[in-house]
């Protein structure tokens, strides 16, 4: 499989360690045998976890079995493997997973169902469980706190960079540190989005705090975020908390809340935006922005629409400024009563739509000078319908994009 190097994709930043979580990779030679493809998550045992799902209904053996282990006891570790997804293996899927499981749990002394096991990689393959077995003895050697930035690298399958941000912040005068890893580069859509993430803190909170923070912060990044309109049946996000900081946050309604789900809600979306920036052959960077719609529904259906449009993203990577393509899906995305001599539509700080067709003051030569940018943004206003407003982020589709996918099992 071929990939392609982005050269203006932002390194990845060092990750800084979370009280209580250690983290080991090793080679399992999935699908490549030049670097990691496995990783593991040890948690202390007074750490919370949550954690949402793809809705595909046909999700991964290894969601299904997440799914269980997660609501029966608080886990031990996290399983991680690229290269294959177990998934579209009918129970020989479930038996490989939960083989996974028994394998972690021998070497670690604890239940099965205290580890939870997270793939990615190709459909319809059975997962290779005496390739992982083997290995997990050197994924267990390798822990370590400071294992984040190689996690990020092992759980990497069409990325070209690993991806990861780390947050140290003060909440009631006293410090707390976020840190995240994600995987993703294509099969992304707003439908939890697909990816793999794990994010920790070391906070203290109850399973009903984390739930509420993750619910707004994946709403807030993963679910705004598009590359091709494709959903994987592997999805995970995964939020930690290890309660060996000094906060404790015990109700939603703690002062603490707010800012620490604010926190998260900004790694969750720098996460999601390193994902759509890193997408398959993606060469731009765009957002769009939806603003005076009658509901936030209203404003995310307009903005899918354009960002889904194979038109307008090809038309984005040809630096082509066919505006009409803007135009044309903002039209079709299902607003009821538009009146279109109110609509207005942006490139950055152009405006290009206005009056029901061309802005008067728009030239060809504005619009080419825009869309040859590497980061653009696309705003439509609806016209005074109402105070909603959203913002999605997706990317332009290329050459590379076809090639990469064609050549993905080969």
């Given at each position: ?95 490989d997973a939960l083989n996974c499981c028994e394998a972690v749990a021998q070497l670690a002394d604890c239940a099965p169902n205290e580890v939870l096991p997270f793939s990615t990689g190709v ?127 015990e109700s939603t309604e703690h002062v603490a809340f707010a800012p620490f789900c604010q926190a998260v809600t900004d790694i969750f979306l720098q996460l999601a935006q390193a994902i759509v ?96 940018k590497k980061e653009i943004m696309v705003r439509v206003l609806l016209g005074e319908r109402g105070n909603h407003k959203t913002m999605v982020y997706t990317c332009d589709l290329s050459h ?11």
């Amino acid at each position: 499989m071929t990939q392609i190097k982005k050269t203006d994709t932002p390194e990845l930043l060092s990750l800084q360690p979370i009280t209580g979580i250690k983290v080991g990779t090793a080679c399992a030679q999935i699908r490549q045998a030049e670097r990691d493809d496995l990783a593991l998550f040890e948690l202390p045992p007074q750490s919370t976890c949550v954690a949402v799902f793809t809705r595909n209904a046909f999700c991964a053996a290894p969601v299904t079995i997440a799914k269980q282990h997660l609501e029966s006891i608080a886990p031990r570790f996290l399983l991680i493997n690229s290269g294959n997804a177990n998934a579209g293996i009918g129970e020989a899927g479930i038996r490989d997973a939960l083989n996974c499981c028994e394998a972690v749990a021998q070497l670690a002394d604890c239940a099965p169902n205290e580890v939870l096991p997270f793939s990615t990689g190709v459909i319809g393959t059975p997962l290779p469980v005496d390739k992982i077995s083997a290995a997990l003895p050197n994924a267990f050697a390798a822990l370590d706190a400071q294992g984040w930035e190689k996690a990020a690298e092992a759980i990497m399958t069409t990325d070209t960079v690993p991806k990861g941000f780390s947050v140290q912040k003060s909440i009631q005068g006293q410090p707390i540190t976020i840190t995240g890893i994600v995987k993703g580069a294509g099969m992304i859509k707003p439908d939890m989005a697909t990816l793999l993430a794990f994010i920790a803190t070391d906070i203290a909170a109850p399973t009903s705090v984390l739930q509420a923070c993750i619910n707004q912060a994946v709403n807030q990044s993963f679910h705004r975020i598009t590359i091709d309109g494709d959903t994987s049946t592997n999805d995970a996000c995964v939020l930690i908390a290890t309660g060996q900081g000094e906060v404790t946050i015990e109700s939603t309604e703690h002062v603490a809340f707010a800012p620490f789900c604010q926190a998260v809600t900004d790694i969750f979306l720098q996460l999601a935006q390193a994902i759509v920036r890193d997408g398959e052959g993606a060469t731009k960077f765009m957002t769009i922005s939806v603003e005076q719609g009658t509901s936030e529904r209203e404003c995310l259906d307009v903005a899918h629409t354009i960002a889904h449009s194979p038109l307008v993203k090809t038309a984005f990577f040809a630096s082509d400024a066919n505006w009409g393509r803007i135009l044309a899906a903002v039209g079709r995305a299902g607003v009821d009563n538009l009146d279109i001599q109110a609509v207005q539509i942006y490139l950055n700080e152009l405006c290009i739509v206005q009056n029901g067709g061309v802005a008067e003051s728009y030239t060809e030569e504005q619009g080419k000078a825009v869309m040859r940018k590497k980061e653009i943004m696309v705003r439509v206003l609806l016209g005074e319908r109402g105070n909603h407003k959203t913002m999605v982020y997706t990317c332009d589709l290329s050459h590379d994009y076809v090639r990469i996918n064609a050549e993905y099992r080969t």
